[in-house]
Nanobody, 125 residues
Framework: VQLQASGGGLVQAGDSLRLSCAAS????????MGWFRQAPGKEREFVAA????????YYADSVKGRFTISRDNAKNALYLQMNSLKPEDTAVYYC???????????????????WGQGTQVTVSS
């Protein structure tokens, strides 16, 4: 099972980026998925999650209104559209698959059992 995140880069404040995560080895069509990020010297933090159907989403307050999570189950892919980027969004971004059954979308790293390798996003001021 592999999750390959891509789309990161160096941008200026106010710019946009679209991250992609391609899953291979098995289908995750019936799993909730999420994006997390980790800045240097900080713990990994939740960014956004999406239900298996794509019908429900959940965002960290810090990105609400600026980021949009989506998925394409036919392509076994997950996306994160990031607009109005800020320097504080600088981090390595990870895609993940939720493997613990919860009544609601989870923001806990422990609930995600599969992780991609991460893609660096750097936002300059």
């Amino acid at each position: 099972v592999q999750l390959q995140a891509s789309g990161g880069g160096l941008v200026q404040a106010g710019d946009s980026l679209r991250l992609s995560c391609a899953a291979s080895g098995r289908t995750f069509s019936y799993h909730h998925m999420g994006w997390f990020r980790q800045a240097p010297g900080k713990e990994r933090e939740f960014v956004a999650a999406i239900s298996w159907s794509g019908g429900s989403t959940y965002y960290a307050d810090s990105v609400k209104g600026r980021f949009t999570i989506s998925r394409d189950n036919a392509k076994n892919a997950l996306y994160l559209q990031m607009n109005s980027l800020k320097p504080e969004d600088t981090a390595v971004y990870y895609c993940a698959v939720e493997t613990v059954d919860r009544p609601r979308l989870s923001d806990l790293t422990a609930d995600y059992g599969y992780w991609g390798q991460g893609t660096q996003v750097t936002v300059s001021s």
